[in-house]
Every structure is written in C-alpha cells, then in structure tokens.
C-alpha cells in the first residue's frame, strides 16, 4: 500500500470517529466508530505503530460488541400514543423546542385547528419521543402536517409502530391513505423507507401511503 493510500485511510478513519462523536443517533455513532477503529487498525499494522496498533484493536473489538449487542439483544420497549391538543402548551413547548429543524422538514407547516384534526404524542418507555399531527384532507385521506421524531429515537422504531402498528388507529376512524409532502432529501428518503409513494397532481408532488390493517406478529 502506497503513502498516499495510507494518508487517505487515516483520513478517512479519522474523520469517521470524529461523525461518530457528533452524530445524534446512538446506531450511527456505534458503527461509524466502529469503522472508523478498523480503518486504524489497518492503518497502524500498515506503519508497524505496533502499540498504536494494540490499542486500535481493543477498540475496534469494543466497539464491534457494543454493535453486535444493537442487533442481537432486543430489549423490550414499550408504546403508546397521548392524544394531545393542538392549543396544549406542552405540544407548544416541545415545537417550539424543535422549531429549527422542523422548518427544514416543514418549512410551511402551521397546526391545524379544525375538528378533524388528529394529534398525538408517542410515548416510548413513556418518554416523549415524538409527534404526528394530521387533518382530514378528505373523506377517507389524512394530511400529515408533521411527523417528527426527537434525534435519539430516529432508529424507526416509532414510525413503524405509527404506521404499521397502528394503522387500524386510522383505519378505525375511516382514514385509508395519508398523504404529506416533502422538501428535503433525508425526510424523502424517510418516507419512501415507510411506504410513501411520490404521486404528481397539478405539478405538484405528493407522498401518499396506503393504510393496511396490522397483523399481529406470531408468539
């Protein structure tokens, strides 16, 4: 391996471990620091730094089992939704909170205020972890005005339990399909990941999502 290759290895393990330490998602930070030590340990075995090396392997097995440990222990979690008012102080308190990215995600968005409006809090492990407010569009579709999750719980989790889980929390209510759209890449990929699916009307685009009734998991 040449100098250069190195010097680009090392860069690249480095700038990885420093995305690890700034990344708000605790799955992220796992497996970018992970990359990032097993970049080094190459990269220190490649220039003999042999007590550099030791201490890159220790902590590429740590970080390897703290990653092995995400995907084989599955703790049990529990939630639940909170209906909440769209003139609840709280829900006021935690927009407000958040205001500077929900602007990137929804950079129009207002709270409805009609009677058809559906808001609710998720709880998870009874933390408030994130938002959904939505309104009749018409009969039968739901505009998705903001669904949001705080960064520490952006694992999926929550969106699958609002939109698969639940699903017959709408259907019950005679809501088939949401509709919402979106103005930024990561909340389109976001959506296309939850089964929104890109539909043009007037020169505009939606993202539509067709509601089916849950099955429940075997035992």
């Given at each position: 391996m040449t100098m250069p290759q190195l010097n680009l290895m090392g860069w690249t393990a480095a700038i990885l471990i420093i995305f690890s330490l700034l990344t708000q998602s605790l799955f992220s930070r796992r497996w970018l620091a992970m990359l990032g030590t097993l970049l080094f340990v190459v990269y220190t075995w490649q220039l003999r730094?042999?007590?550099?090396?030791?201490?890159?392997i220790l902590l590429a097995l740590v970080s390897a089992w703290y990653v092995m440990r995400v995907h084989t222990t599955q703790p049990q979690e529990f939630f639940q939704h909170f209906d909440v008012a769209t003139d609840s102080t709280y829900l006021k308190l935690f927009l407000d909170f958040h205001q500077k990215e929900l602007k990137e995600i929804y950079p129009d968005y207002s709270l409805p205020r009609d009677e058809s409006v559906i808001a609710f809090f998720v709880l998870r492990n009874l933390v408030p972890a994130g938002i959904f407010v939505?309104?009749?569009?018409e009969p039968h579709v739901l505009y998705v005005h903001v669904d949001f999750v705080i960064p520490r719980y952006r694992d999926y989790k929550i969106a699958r339990y609002m939109y698969e889980q639940q699903a017959d929390f709408f259907l019950k209510r005679g809501y088939t399909t949401l509709w919402t759209v979106s103005r930024q890449l990561k909340h389109t990929r976001y959506l296309?990941?939850?089964?929104?699916?890109?539909r043009s009307i007037e020169g505009?685009?939606?993202y539509v999502k067709d509601l089916r009734p849950h099955e429940a998991a075997s035992p």
């Open positions: 730094l042999y007590p550099l090396l030791a201490v890159c939505a309104s009749e569009m296309n990941k939850m089964g929104f699916r890109a505009r685009v939606y």
